[in-house]
């Protein structure tokens, strides 16, 4: 999809403050710092500590593990290649972390398993550090075609699992060839030590980490995430250098060392996307609180503005019969009387009649005004209209103890005012609990289907005692109710609300015991 900005909620797509620059500035430097100190000493042989081999490569399948699932979840919502192959990256990593560990001489075996030879280890831990540093130059240039219009990835759950299968080749393959193909690969150690090969080797994979951090340097302009990804290539790039470039060989002090950053590079990315998820996750409930008290408020205005409506109306409606008569009287008064026109009585009753007659048409218009029916309409998804108003009940309070279900088609839209409907659907499932207050087994089922007539046919069916005969005939007049304390307009109100919308609403028993409201929706072209 091209023209359209990705929400920035992400790190991927938050733009980077100044104060982000120096956070991660201080990151990097401190790791420079670290390297610069321990460099000189990375020759200084230790004891070999067997166990640090499985732990950290243990931590390390779990933290790029996490890492990999959480830019997934990221790439399937935003659909940008750039976070697909970063994610292959980290994935690749924990995949050959596994690899190295099972091969690793001395540790599980004397030649390592897998059918290791003396250098597996060694060319196993180069393309392990040669391919996440290529995936983040990939990263960098995705990114910027994505950066001039690229369009997004479809299928992401596709995608996502093309992916895995892919890395998940490579690492076979690289395992296949660093095992079964090891007699074609030149030495490049000699028992824990390095051969005059491992120079060369290693130059080239450092090199490409420094390729990586230019990529990533000159990939403007940054996110909150490129520069923390900076931060995992400065480590990375310590790592090497201290494990591989700077030491002698196995269990000397940059073998630990290096490996120690290539752990602190592993994690950098996975903390801040922990914490970015936890302040996402606060972020969500507030906007859905704030939401749902919105939604709240306008139902409250909409059904105050509708109960009275429903009252003018209604009053109207009692009110005009009573002055009609009252006006009929005063006539068969002045008619009784005989009083001549221009008397002094004849001049007050007919003053008198005057006004009734005037009070008449000033109660017609508000009744006209009230029952009018206007309503704005547009194309709404009737699936989210629902789970709206079922949320703001549960959020209430108002329906513990009482199921509420769902089998509303997500694909069906419908062309109506989303509050006023909103509305009705509050109105019927306040009085469903309501009318449960008393039962063992209290549920609520909300479905939809397509009518024959081509509309949206909505039904709430509950599990309460039902209603009678005698309430039936009359439910959606005004000032009728099945509830001691109801003012009998609510019903009344749904009825008006469906009507302007062009349907209609009306009960049947429910099979299970109750009673089912429908009312229909014009179905959105």
Known sequence: MRGVSPPRFFLSTIPATQKDRWQALAVTGLAALIFAGCAPFARVQLAPVWAFIPIYDAALVVSDLITTLLIFAQFVILRTRSLLLIAAGYLFTATMAVSHMLSFPGLFSPAGLLAAGPQTT??????????????????????????QGAPSAGKPNLAVMATVAAVIAL????????????????????????????????????????????????????????????????????????????????FDFGFYAGRIFGLLAANFVLVVL???????YVRTSEQRE??????????????????LGQLVSALAHELNQPLTAAGNYLAATHYMLAAPPDSQVGQVIQKAADQIVRAEQIIDRLRRLAMRGEVERRPESLSAAVEE??????????????????????????????VQVQQ?????????????????????????????SGLVEVAVADTGPGLGAEIRQSLFQPFTSSKSSGMGVGLSICRSII????????????HEGGTTFHFTLELAA
């Open 122 to 147: 060694a060319w196993l831990f180069m393309a392990w550090h040669a391919g996440f540093p290529f995936a983040v130059t990939a990263y960098a240039f995705a990114k910027r075609r994505e950066q």
């Open 171 to 250: 690492t076979s393959s690289a395992t296949i060839v660093a095992t079964l193909g090891h007699d074609w690969l030149p030495p490049v150690m000699q028992g824990n030590h390095y051969a005059p090969a491992m120079q060369a080797t290693v130059t080239t994979v450092w090199a490409l980490s420094f390729v990586a951090l230019l990529a990533l340097a000159f990939s403007r302009p940054h996110s909150v995430f490129d520069l923390w990804l900076v931060a995992v290539m400065v480590s990375w790039i310590a790592d090497i250098g201290l494990a591989a470039v700077f030491n002698a060989g196995r």
């Open 274 to 280: 922990l914490l970015e998820t936890g302040s996402l």
């Open 290 to 307: 704030e939401r749902l008290q919105q939604l709240q408020d306008e139902l409250i205005h909409v059904a105050r503005l509708n109960e």
């Open 389 to 418: 108003v079922v949320s703001l009940v549960s959020s209430q309070g108002s329906s513990q103890e009482t199921s509420i279900e769902m089998d509303v088609d997500p694909a069906i839209s419908v062309k109506v005012d989303r």
């Open 424 to 452: 009705v659907l509050l109105n019927l499932i306040r009085n469903a609990i309501q009318a449960m207050a008393n039962s063992a087994r209290r549920r609520i089922m909300i479905s939809s289907k397509l009518s024959s």
């Open 499 to 510: 009507e302007a919308h062009g349907g209609r609403i009306w009960t049947t028993d429910n």
